[in-house]
């Protein structure tokens, strides 16, 4: 019976854990589905455009979330070994700091490959009005994740 039970249980847990993972999938396809068409939308991108536009686009995107999330992660588990930032050396902190700067330079380097790249198929107003397009979808995505908040105060 106890053995029954546990199992019970463990499938529960499982369904549960892999239905949130499911749900967190829709949700960040969905956000992906929005930012591509406001991006379209905004840029006014014919056919032909949009077909050499957006794997430069999602491939620039993927690099920087690669990025972020990695070295991130980096940093952040080298200064949870040391025991908090409290506890870091002022060795251990230039090093950190030399891997943010590196970081961003790897960042900004991605974007000027990105501009270059872009200036082949679109003009460099539509880059700027990328540039734009991109600002307007974070307000907005921030400006209704407050109002969430705010409603379920």
Do not use: C
Request: glycine share 2%.
């Amino acid at each position: 019976m106890k053995k029954r039970t546990y199992i019970l249980i463990l499938a529960f847990f499982s369904f549960s854990i892999s239905t949130f993972s499911q749900i967190n999938k829709e949700s960040k396809e969905k956000l992906r589905a929005l930012k591509i068409s406001h991006i379209t939308e905004q840029l006014e991108l014919s056919e032909k455009e949009a077909e050499k536009f957006w794997p430069i686009y999602n491939a620039y995107n993927h690099k920087l979330y690669d990025l972020r999330m990695t070295d991130k992660f980096d940093i952040k588990k080298q200064i949870e070994s040391s025991g908090g930032i409290d506890n870091i050396s002022n060795k251990e902190a230039k090093i950190i700091t030399d891997k943010i700067l590196d970081i961003d330079k790897q960042m900004y380097t991605a974007k000027v490959a990105l501009f270059s790249k872009l200036s082949k198929i679109i003009s460099y107003k539509k880059i700027i009005k990328l540039q734009k397009a991109e600002r307007d979808f974070h307000r907005k995505l921030l400006k209704k994740y407050k109002e969430r908040r705010n409603r379920n105060k």
